[in-house]
């Protein structure tokens, strides 16, 4: 009989409590450890290896260096920030702020990353000095309970209570991650929407993201070559299970034929128009996405789409009229298919994206490849979303890199638009209480016609 959800929480509750004193010093080995537990090369190719056998998604080699590159750069951002005691202090406002635990945090994680996504969101929560529970989706279970299994191993190796890290019995049902989202103090879904939907259901706090579906932007201006590169490399990655993976490009037609003929070189594979029907239908079949070709091999696609791509083929480009909700190809993939559109100019290339986020995705990200300072300024100030990058591979720079100034995470917030609490990338500032000391300062009170400017001085 599974473990009762109730049993699971108060101890981590226990553990907590006897955590929650700890000092900096403390603290920050203990996320060390849990960093450690899946950074060891030993461990990151093991448990890589059994989420490919788990899951059927995504390749082990990509995983490795996705569980290894996550866990470096989450533990170089958490490092670097105070989670214990004063936060900081400010003489000029009179506040000094304390940082205080959350509690027990229950985190709810996807099929996609079984390993790399529960052991980053366990690095974040023990840096708050807080417990975590992981309820993971019920194909990752063996791979997120071995993670589990390592962590708990590191913080005993250190002396820390190893109930700080737990997951959900097997086998995870609906009804064990509800319980689990009502008992716990905070809540942090990554996964299917009707778990960020049950997450905001629950009476409890929490944090939920949105859909991905990223279109990017190739205009006339990009280094086709660059471009290209960044594309394929971020597209091909795990075999696109990430939410920050391509899903539509919108290329300018000034450079459209060089653009695919740049993607091409890259392995890139566009569908003849006579057999862009049959792609649809295949890995859409009565509307819905097929659970049997995404994050597959191309070679897998190729024989499923009945093509004739070269054997180094690596993805497939679809070229569509336009956005619709008549078209599937225009929302998210999870799949090694890139849905392309043709745009007269910036204006129409901007119309194109609202029209892919207005279907899917609104609030996560966008894309673009250019050599203009002004079109991306442009993006940010009218589009919905959260991040724009420029010039950038979309898998790598989405959630957080060495070479942009994002936090790294495996968790996107993508705002009001998407029915999420948060506007940024998941964080340590999501894990932590506050407590401002406030004390007397000067009067800082200006005059009614400071405030109030040339309206005061009309009617006054």
Request: charged share 20%.
């Amino acid at each position: 009989m599974a473990e009762p959800v109730s049993a699971i929480v108060e101890r981590a509750r226990a553990a907590q409590k006897s955590f929650a004193s700890a000092s900096q010093d403390e603290v920050d080995n203990a996320v060390r450890a849990i960093a450690w537990s899946l950074y060891e090369p030993g461990r990151a190719t093991e448990l890589a290896e059994l989420a490919v056998a788990d899951t059927g998604l995504g390749n082990v080699a990509d995983k490795v260096i996705k569980n290894q590159r996550k866990t470096e750069g989450t533990l170089r951002d958490l490092l670097r920030q105070p989670s214990v005691g004063i936060l900081s202090d400010d003489p000029a406002t009179g506040m000094t702020v304390y940082a205080k635990p959350v509690g027990v945090v229950g985190a709810v994680t996807p099929s996609t990353n079984p390993a790399a996504t529960p052991i980053n969101k366990a690095m974040m929560a023990i840096k708050g000095a807080n417990a975590i529970v992981l309820a993971p989706s019920p194909a990752g279970w063996t791979t997120t309970a071995k993670a589990a299994d390592y962590a708990r191993a590191e913080l005993a190796a250190i002396g820390a209570p190893v109930d700080l890290v737990q997951v959900l019995a097997n086998p995870v049902t609906r009804e064990a991650t509800y319980e689990l989202l009502e008992l716990v103090d905070l809540v942090v879904t990554t996964g299917s929407q009707n778990n960020v939907r049950a997450s905001y259901r629950s009476g409890t706090p929490a944090i939920g993201v949105g859909a991905g579906n990223v279109p990017v932007i190739i205009d006339s201006s990009a280094d086709l070559a660059d471009a290209a590169a960044k594309i394929a490399v971020s597209k091909t990655f795990d075999n696109a299970t990430s939410c920050s993976s391509e899903n539509s490009l919108v290329i300018l037609d000034e450079v459209y034929d060089q653009a695919i003929a740049a993607l091409a070189s890259e392995g890139g594979f566009l569908v003849d128009p006579a057999d862009s029907a049959r792609v649809v239908d295949r890995l859409f079949p009565n509307g819905a996405l097929s659970r049997d070709l995404i994050a597959k091999d191309a070679s897998v696609l190729t024989e499923a789409f009945e093509l004739d791509a070269p054997d180094d083929t690596r993805f497939f480009l679809v070229a569509e009229p336009e956005p619709g909700a008549d078209r599937p190809l225009t929302g998210e993939k999870l799949s090694l298919v890139l849905t392309v559109y043709r745009a007269s100019d910036f204006e129409h290339a901007t119309e194109l994206v609202s029209r892919v986020l207005d279907f899917q995705g609104i609030g996560h990200s966008v894309g673009i490849h250019t050599a203009d300072h002004q079109q991306p300024s442009a993006l940010a100030e009218r589009l919905p979303v959260v991040r724009v990058l420029v010039n950038q591979a979309h898998t790598f720079g989405n959630g957080g890199s060495f070479t942009n100034g994002l936090p790294f995470t495996l968790t996107m917030g993508c705002g009001t638009w998407a029915g999420n609490s948060i506007s940024e990338n998941l964080n340590l500032s999501h894990f932590l209480n506050r407590t401002h000391l406030v004390r007397t300062i000067a009067e800082d009170r200006p005059t009614e016609a400071e405030l109030f400017g040339p309206l005061w001085e009309g009617r006054s």
